[in-house]
């Protein structure tokens, strides 16, 4: 049960949204047991965020349950990044990536 939330300052039309939501699905496999199959994913474009003073940046916030190796984090960290600054132009050094394990998830009126 993987969701990721991206919120950046550049606007998402509806071709990046759609590549965005793709990319993603196919980058979330790096993690093992985890597919697009269950995979949420919000985006928000066109928010006000700065980066070192100046607008333009991009928060990739990335939730899974259960755990992960860092080694695999490295790589989705490495491609989720390259699946933004791609899409939407905006420079890697200009993104963070934050990763949070859940012990507990619920989906359809119950818990995992």
């Not at 474009?45 to 695999?72: L, N, Q």
């Not at 791609?86 to 009126?109: A, F, M, P």
């Amino acid at each position: 049960m993987p969701y990721i939330d991206v919120r950046t300052s550049v606007s998402i039309d509806e071709k990046a949204e759609k590549i965005l939501k793709e990319e993603f699905g196919k980058a979330i496999e790096i993690i093992p047991g985890k597919s697009e199959n269950w995979l949420m994913v919000n985006l928000e474009g066109g928010k006000s965020m700065y980066f070192r003073g100046t607008e333009g940046a991009a928060m990739i916030d990335v939730h899974v349950f259960g755990k992960a190796k860092a080694a695999d984090y490295g790589k989705l960290t490495e491609k989720l990044t390259a699946i933004v600054c791609k899409t939407l132009g905006i420079g890697k050094d200009r993104i963070y990536v934050k990763y949070s394990e859940y012990q507990y998830w619920g989906y359809n009126g119950s818990n995992f």
